[in-house]
């Protein structure tokens, strides 16, 4: 089970990257932790022609907190966010859900911006960044622009990033004292892609935002039940699910997804913190 | 008490103790030799085409883009390898009727599984071999393919192997006393129900791996392997390659992780030494994880209906079932894919009073990889069946589990018996394993804790279950019916210059500790320090005949060979010592590396001054005397046609009864394998076994697709256990050594996957009793757990 | 034609210059290319964690990263660890608690360990459990190797 053959660069900056991955003819893909990209391309599910490494972006790398947002680098790694002190305090909500993110050697090398860009379903960070308003900035060759998660995340692997793009910053809103979060996955092991999981920022009685990972194609938002829940609580968003999209897999069919999804949002408002 | 003194009643005593694995250092330091550390001159590398259908016709292949690719040195198809090797067939003769197609290493004609080898290419390096399987154009013609066990028998499911004119393998019945009279009385409560149990796979953190050298001038074939079985190997390979059997050596050097995968015949591991053969130059192969779980032998698949009758007072009457098994295409050479089913027949119900039995076994071909024998073969099935009927009929009419269990049991002092259906049982100790089961995991504070539980809405079940195991197999078992497989082993002790031990043994180490048992029992029975003994093993060239380690046969076979060999030397010596030292050799005796006096223990030769005199300053000893500072002895098991031991067992579990989720809190185990040789290595066996019985009660399962295709073969779909859901498990010992050996030592590497499976079932239906669910489809997944509970 | 590099790193304090076919990834460039055997293969997916090792002080699977990425690191294997002081109280507590069998697993099971009890975490079987997830072990249960763990952290040992 080796990689095909490609071409590997590891540009210096930004501009080199952009310059590089616009070479169409290359076939080229943007390298950053490699955690989801590495094993497709170990079972030839992926073969890109040229990896552009972005390892040695330091532009990509760190975080920092400006005028109530708090600012990622896309190449920063779980490992680093699960360690700042600035996460821990901006966004709680980081802290409640990284720890079920694979395991600590997966989580010393995946990237934030990563998994955005990837956009794998039944990941954690895409319905996270859902639920906390994130923005995605991203630089192409054309420019920069940043896009609300929401408008994101549009389906199976399928995100607004378009071809040449990176993503480069994904900027958080730092929490609100008023603000409370919440998390919950079923995982049939530790770290194991989640079944069925949500996330959860609650505002007050009458406000919150619900986002779920791993019962559709992609991270989505549960907009009636947001609803439901400020008209009637806990028990009216697990009953306001079932126009979401949900999709079965090897571990649950749509139906049991639906089920769970109900389950891990009561859960989930149970431990607000 | 005035008892005859023991073989193992002596000073340096290292039997019953819990040594540290001398090799263990070298594993924690990273100086492990498995055999993809190895790396020979020239040597290549293999990768296979593997079929993507579950069944197809192959109309040929066009190689041109693949032999054009960088590092490539050869592509064989099927055919290529006709006229070099044999085919063979996985049939035994003492299963009858048993019949199974010729197998080629790779498929010529029809590809009859989703990965099946269908071509090889040896390259420069894997990568390079890789890339050119990526480049073989097949033109595979789909056929309708048979993949469900169910329907395997129908008239209109497509027939695997025309000539056998169905896709039955095998059958069989086995009866005892009158079955159909019992279910028709009406003083008894019938529960019937049907069981379920998926495909699961060894999943070896080392994958299957071969390097095969050949040297023409002297016609010799060398094979490293990741094996249990090197004789039986080196036999399988002079056969079917056309080698004289002396030119074959077979070495297993350290060996990661086994189970019983690692004991088969492979068509890639044969390929690849054909390849070798052909190409006269060393050739690698190593499975990547995809290949091993679409080729390495995959387990269980049974489908039993069973029912049972019980009388009020619960007083097992009868049981009687139909077990229905898939194998695959081809039975496996050369143990068969029958054992599984066979082992069921004979072993379920076998802990209990049971006079009236009808078990009938069928084992059917299916378009899905092989099936065979993978750790404690039947035993999950057989328990399963057996105790989640018991459990099931106790709940029916109102008696504790644990109760029905006793008034059932085969008493511990009557034996020997005969079984229903026709095991010999001797030394056994069900009551007295699952006394002390009872009363180590606190059974009454668990039902009561259990009773507050289920008051807050929180569902924990205690499952047990009362097993035997299969241990120490006899000839009976697979050279009866013609198999290359050796049931006796062999050990050589020698005594070298420098008075220190070198023993060598026919049983192999996967890590289970066999080299360390075996120098504990040279070490004790010979009297040398256990640091001056080295233990050779795995290597046809260098060890003793004998059959490898599998069965949980290394310690009761294999030790005591060795057992039997350190004490013939030990007198070799003594007469030796006799002469030296002008004394009647029997008073003397040797402790710690001296001959003493067996009196007095004080020391008269050091064993060093001995073994220098011999080999260096013959001249010392009288012409008529010559020495023999080596012993070799072998053993087979004789009485029984396996030497069985058992256990007790018991699951606490917790199912979250709102997402299906089953946590395991706590597990025990109270086993009796006979004389401990070292009760870490024997705990560390059972904590390993039970683990992987966790596994295929709650995780483990190849999912298939209606048409054959595997839908989970990575590490991140297979769900083996991971440290984060894993109970600590407390492990007991009840020891009746059996009367069979001097050792007394029985088996204890299958005990714990034999046994957990039922215990999990138990307790999770024990959990799930008041919500009116049950479920007895293993694995036990949430998703099955909530259609049981009506929630899905 | 395969594509090449020329790296220069630091691997158990050996200064080391090779080049390499950039597809290789980490762990078969340690052990194909210089015999440091020692790192396991097992899945070539990131999942087993029989690959695990230290890069530039973390631990990493070394199938999911590729040799030309660590141009200018600092590598650690099992191999290193054993030639110097550093785990070997851990190799001692695994060694007294049988926490290997088959030793496949034992360099990421080490590497994983060391991680958490260098990281100054407590005795607590559940956190242990949680920390060595991934890795996957065939042959004991895990339990052994939660208590060389907790063993060593009890004593208040350096690893």
Known sequence: MKAPDFVYVRPGSIAEALALLADTDADATPLAGGQSLMPMMNFRVAAPGKLVDLNGLAELRGLRVENGMVRIGAMTRYAELLASDDIRENIPLFGLALPHVAHAAIRNRGTIGGSVALADPAAEIPALLLVLEAEIHMQGLAGTRAIAAEDFFLGLYETALQEGEIVTEIVVPARKTTEQFGFYEFARRHGDYAMAGVALKVGGPDHCRIGFFGVADRAIRATRAEVAYRDGGVPAAMAALDDLPFDGDLNAAAKTKRHLAGIALKRAFEGIS | ?792 | ?159
């Not at chain 2, 005990?751 to 799930?768: Q, S």
Request: glycine share 10%; net charge negative; hydrophobic share 40%.
């Open chain 3, 1 to 159: 034609m395969t594509q090449t590099q020329t790296i220069s790193l630091t691997i158990n304090g050996e200064a080391v210059t090779a080049t390499v076919p950039v597809r290789s990834n980490l762990v078969d460039f340690l052990r194909n290319d210089l015999g440091l055997t020692g790192s396991h293969v097992g899945c070539e997916h990131g999942v087993c964690g029989a690959c695990t090792l230290e890069v530039d002080g973390a631990m990493i699977r070394g199938c999911l990263m590729l040799a030309v990425q660590a141009d200018g690191a600092t590598v650690t294997t099992v191999e290193g660890l054993a030639d110097s002081p550093r785990g070997q109280a851990l190799r001692d507590a695994f060694h007294r608690r049988n926490a290997l069998q088959c030793g496949y697993c034992t360099p990421g099971m080490l590497a994983s360990a060391l991680e958490y009890v260098e990281a100054g975490r407590p005795a607590d079987r559940a956190a242990i459990r949680e920390h060595i997830s991934g890795n996957y072990c065939r042959c004991t249960g895990y339990q052994a190797v939660v208590d060389a763990i907790c063993d060593l952290i009890g004593q208040g040992a350096k690893a």
């Open chain 2, 1 to 792: 008490m005035n008892e005859p003194l023991h073989i193992f009643d002596r000073p340096n005593s290292y039997i019953g103790r819990s040594v540290p694995r001398p090799d263990a250092r070298r594993l924690l330091e990273g100086r492990g030799k498995f055999v993809d550390d190895l790396q020979l001159p020239r040597m290549l590398h293999a990768a296979f085409l593997r079929s993507a259908h579950s069944h197809a016709r192959i109309d040929g292949f066009d190689l041109d883009a693949a032999r054009a690719m960088p590092g490539v040195v050869a592509i064989y198809t099927g055919k290529d390898f006709a006229d070099h090797v044999t085919p063979y067939v996985g049939t035994l003769t003492h299963l009858a009727g048993l019949r199974s197609a010729p197998q080629m290493p790779m498929a010529m004609d029809v590809a009859r599984w989703q990965g099946e080898p269908i071509a090889m290419v040896v390259a420069q390096s894997r990568a390079e071999a890789e890339d050119a399987v990526a480049m073989i154009d097949a033109d595979l013609h789909p056929l309708d393919a048979a993949c469900d066990t169910e329907s395997a028998l129908d008239a209109d499911t497509p027939v695997i192997h025309e000539a056998f004119g169905s896709n039955l393998a095998w059958e069989r019945l086995v009866e005892a006393g009158d079955v159909d009279a019992v279910f028709s009385r009406n003083d008894v409560t019938v529960i019937k129900r049907t069981f379920r149990f998926g495909r699961h796979t060894g999943v070896t953190l080392e994958p299957r791996a071969s390097v095969v050298e050949y040297d023409p001038s002297e016609n010799r074939l060398t094979y490293w392997y990741s094996g249990q079985a090197p004789h039986m190997m080196q036999a399988i390979l002079a056969k079917h390659l056309d080698l004289p059997e002396e030119n074959v050596r077979v070495v297993a050097h350290d060996v990661g992780g086994s189970f019983g995968i690692k004991i088969h015949t492979y068509g890639d591991d044969i390929a690849t030494a054909v390849a070798a053969k052909l190409l006269k130059r060393p050739v690698k192969f190593v499975a990547d994880r995809h290949e091993s779980f679409v080729s390495d032998i995959h387990a269980r698949d049974h489908v039993v209906t069973g029912r049972i009758a019980v009388t009020a007072d619960g007083t097992i009457e009868a049981l009687d079932f139909d077990d229905l098994t898939g194998i695959g295409p081809y039975s496996m050479y050369p143990r068969t894919s029958a054992i599984e089913c066979n082992q069921v027949l004979n072993l379920t119900g076998a802990p209990y009073k049971l006079r009236n039995y009808r078990a009938r076994g069928r084992v059917v071909f299916q378009n899905k990889n092989l099936m065979c024998q993978y750790r404690a073969v039947g035993h999950p099935i057989a328990m399963a069946v057996a105790d989640g009927l018991v459990d099931e009929a106790a709940a029916a009419i109102g008696v504790d589990p644990a109760e029905i269990r006793r008034r059932n049991l085969v008493p511990d002092d009557t034996y020997p018996c005969v079984s229903a259906s026709g095991m010999k049982f001797d030394d056994l100790s069900h009551e007295k394993t699952l006394d002390r089961l009872i009363s180590e995991m606190r059974y009454d504070d668990l039902r009561a804790d259990q009773a507050t539980c289920r008051e807050k809405g929180v569902y924990r079940g205690i499952g047990l279950v009362s097993m035997v195991e299969v241990a120490n197999p006899s000839p009976m078992f697979y050279g009866i019916g013609g198999a290359p497989i050796s049931a006796q082993d062999g050990a050589t002790v020698r005594l070298d210059a420098g008075g220190a031990l070198h023993v060598s043994s026919s049983i192999t180490e996967q890590g289970q500790g066999t080299n360390t048992i075996l120098a504990q029992i040279a070490a004790e029975v010979f009297g040398v320090d256990m640091d001056r003994v080295k233990v050779t093993t795995g290597d046809t060239d260098n060890v003793p005949y004998g059959g490898g380690t599998w069965a949980s046969r290394g310690a009761g076979i294999g030790g005591e060979a060795m057992l039997l060999a350190s004490k013939a030397l030990k007198d070799q010596v003594l007469d030796v010592a006799g002469i030296l030292l002008q004394s009647e050799s029997e008073s003397l005796d040797i402790r710690s590396g001296s001959v003493v006096d067996a009196d007095s223990g004080a020391e008269r030769i050091s064993l060093r001054d001995l073994a220098r005199t011999v080999y260096y300053r013959g001249n010392e000893l009288p012409s008529d005397v010559k020495p023999e500072l080596i012993a070799t002895r072998h053993y087979r098991v004789t009485d029984f046609p396996f030497v069985f031991t058992n256990s007790a067992m018991a699951a606490h579990v917790e199912v979250d009864v709102e997402s299906g989720f089953v946590r395991v809190l706590h597990f025990w185990a109270v086993e009796d394998c006979g004389r401990v040789i070292n009760p870490q290595l024997v705990d560390e066996q059972i904590r390993g076994g039970v683990v992987q019985g966790i596994g295929g009660a709650l995780y483990e399962e190849c999912v298939y697709s209606e048409d054959g295709q595997l839908l989970n073969a990575t590490m991140a779909d297979y769900l083996v256990p991971m440290a984060g859901e894993m109970p600590d498990i407390s492990v007991f010992h009840v020891e009746t050594p059996t009367k069979t050996s001097v050792l007394g030592a029985k088996g204890a590497g299958e005990a714990g996957t034999g046994g957990a499976p039922a215990a999990v079932m138990n307790a999770v239906n024990d959990a799930l009793r008041p919500l009116g669910a049950s479920i007895f489809q293993m694995p036990m997944s949430p998703e099955r757990i909530l259609k049981a509970l009506g929630k899905v």
